[in-house]
């Protein structure tokens, strides 16, 4: 077995990549190019340590079965009794994966996303090729790509962002990729591999996976562009093929966050931002055939655009885009629908779920006066949902008592002939569900931490001017 300096790397047979030296990952492409890494890849692709890790991660992920039916609870028992023969096939070059199922899931801003589910067995596999792939790659790629990465988030690409956009760079080339998860030239794709990977039965597996069939409707659709998201194999190469697009920006000297197909250039000037935004669009046609979204891109003030889910102010401070706002306010709306019938414990753990994780994305938002009207607004939904169980003037009131009410005020909110959403603002209603109460219940506040120290700003500001310089 050949294993490259970044198989190596792994250390643990199991895809895991240890933190090592900056400058042991300086790896050039021009270097790759003259010597592919590695020839024997199949090999620690196949190795049991590695199969078995990549077993593991797709059974913690669940998800539902592919075109064959298959769950994954179903997997172990299929791999223990065809595992011999999964294996000489993936050595010998035979193995054919099976035509992904076609899903279509809505978009926040509208349409529809195509998303292509591999069955659970080739699923493992594209896991298996992903930890040994990942490691190769990663110290080639651009610091200032953020998506689908080991050690990088959002988070840091917005910090990223908005400390160029304080330096004085309060324009963006908001370049959006038209369709680029269904448009990806898979030969143009394969070449960007070849340069880096020698052993010719593991590109010729990938491209398998690249060119497998999508179910749609009971039909097999064949497939000649695209990695549909949906496998775990879609965003390394997804990396991979737009690492030539960020080697192209840093050579041309620009500052830039890109997080998957979504990249923002932070320029001085409309004019340099036209300038750019033309010959960017030129590469992508010409290099990667790749088109770009003419709707959703445009040259436009940093406080005109979104990036993941914020808006940049020019001064550099992040707050939460109106369409991310209204995402939220929509899905609570859907949680604490007055209709569904559902127990107040069980939406009180389904809010919850949601705002733990909202609020953990969003924390970046500066100031907290959103978070204290988002907080009365969540607490007079809940309200008002109490109220409605309650149904009858009678229940109301039996309940508002025991909540420490007087009866006279409790009677003369269940007979007002407000609706329940007018009655969820009562200054009695208040008294008897203050937000005591709502803390003894456990629900998750959004404006409880104080926010980030804004000087941060000037910090990461420093150490991004250090770097372009």
């Known amino acids: 077995m050949i294993a490259s300096p970044s198989i190596s790397r792994a250390g643990n047979g199991r895809g895991e990549t240890k933190a090592v030296p900056e400058e042991e990952q300086q790896v050039s492409m021009e270097s790759v190019r003259k010597e592919p890494l590695a020839q024997n890849l199949m090999e620690i692709v196949t190795s049991r340590d590695n199969l078995n890790e990549a077993y593991k991660r797709v059974k913690s992920n669940k998800g539902s079965g592919g075109v064959d039916g298959m769950s994954v609870d179903g997997l172990s028992e299929y791999i223990k009794s065809n595992k011999e023969e999964i294996v000489n096939a993936l050595l010998d ?134 990695t549909p998201q949906g496998g775990p194999l879609s965003p390394l190469l997804s990396n991979i093929m737009l690492n030539e697009l960020d080697k192209e920006l840093e050579k041309r000297g620009h500052t830039f966050c890109r997080y998957a197909d979504d990249c923002n250039i932070y320029v001085s000037s409309k004019e340099a931002g036209d300038r750019v935004m033309q010959s960017i669009k030129q590469f992508l046609a010409t290099k990667l055939r790749l088109e770009i979204n003419e709707d959703k891109s445009a040259v436009a003030m940093v406080s005109e655009r979104q990036f993941l889910g914020y808006r940049i102010e020019e001064s550099g401070y992040l707050v939460i885009s109106p369409n991310a706002l209204q995402q939220m ?60 169980q309650r149904k009858r003037p009678k229940s109301v009131i039996k309940y508002l008592v025991t909540l420490g009410l007087s009866e006279s005020k409790a009677r003369r909110l269940a007979m007002s002939g407000k609706g329940w959403w007018r009655k969820s603002c009562n200054p009695n209603i208040n008294i008897a569900m203050p937000i005591e109460w709502f803390n003894k219940l456990g629900l998750v506040r959004l404006y409880n931490k104080s926010p980030r120290v804004k000087s941060s700003i000037k910090t990461a500001v420093c150490d991004i001017a250090r770097t372009v310089v």
């Not at 007055?338 to 753990?349: D, N, Y």
Request: glycine share 8%; proline share 4%.
């Open 329 to 388: 306010k929509n899905k609570v709306r859907q949680i604490t629908r007055r209709s569904r019938g559902i127990s107040f414990e069980t939406v009180l753990e389904e809010l919850n779920r949601y705002l733990s994780g909202w609020h953990r994305y969003f924390s970046l938002h500066s100031g907290s006066n959103l978070f204290k009207k988002l907080d009365q607004w969540i607490r007079r939904r809940l309200r008002c949902f109490r109220l409605k």
């Open 93 to 226: 070059g035979s193995y054919q994966p099976m035509a992904v199922r076609g899903v279509e899931i809505p978009k926040p801003k509208g349409g529809k996303r195509q998303l292509g589910i591999p069955t659970v067995l080739d699923r493992v596999i594209q896991q298996a090729i992903h930890q040994v792939l990942e490691p190769i790659f990663e110290p080639l790629f651009s610091n200032s790509s953020y998506g689908f990465r080991p050690r990088r988030n959002a988070h840091q690409a917005l910090d990223a962002a908005r400390a160029y956009v304080a330096s004085g760079r309060e324009w963006v080339v908001d370049i959006d990729l038209a369709k680029f998860f269904d448009q990806v030239n898979h030969d143009i794709l394969m070449s960007r591999l070849a340069r880096v990977i020698g052993d010719k039965i593991l590109l010729k597996l990938i491209r398998k996976f690249l060119q497998a069939g999508m179910m749609s409707n009971g039909v097999v659709i064949e497939r000649r562009t695209g």
